[in-house]
């Protein structure tokens, strides 16, 4: 099978990468970018542990192609802070305890962030809307709830 090459914006920079057709997001952000913080969990789009803001909207990376993010601009958990700069969503997150094991962590920032992007004052309801597209095995979802809770005062 011919590979196609894709340019995608990662995280602020243009990234030139030559993919299978059939090769999912994903594994591209994992395996040839080494982006772990996108993780694979049920492959399905039900989990929401490889939420990824692409062109502004949220999507489950195992749900597209790479070849369908060509010309694209792409936003990952490592894209949102640093170490010593985290972004606001990260910094409620640890304050609140929302993180857990960390499994789900990186896809329930990215969508408490594509959230307040649109809606800088959602109520609880919208939160737990735009949160259920994520599952955490650990339970921890008050937590999770009161970190972004937080950012809308």
């Known amino acids: 099978m011919e590979k196609q090459q894709v340019n995608i914006k ?3 920079k243009w990234t030139e990468l030559v993919v299978y057709p059939h090769e999912l997001l994903v594994d591209t952000l994992r395996e040839r970018l080494h982006l772990t913080g996108t993780k694979r969990g049920c492959e399905q789009g039900d989990c929401g542990a490889c939420t990824v803001i692409l062109n502004g909207k949220l999507v489950n990376s195992c749900l597209v192609l790479s070849v369908q993010a060509d010309g694209a601009e792409l936003l990952t958990i490592e894209g949102l802070g640093t170490r010593n700069d985290l972004h606001p969503v990260q ?6 305890g929302a993180i857990q094991c960390g499994y789900c962590t990186p896809g329930m920032i990215m969508s408490a962030k594509a959230l307040l992007d649109t809606n800088p004052h959602p109520d609880e309801a919208e939160i737990r809307e735009a949160l259920s597209g994520n599952l955490c ?3 921890g979802y008050v937590q999770m709830i009161e970190a972004v809770k937080s950012l809308c005062k």
């Open 10 to 12: 990662i995280n602020g």
């Open 91 to 96: 910094k409620a997150f640890i304050e609140h």
């Open 137 to 139: 095995r650990c339970g």
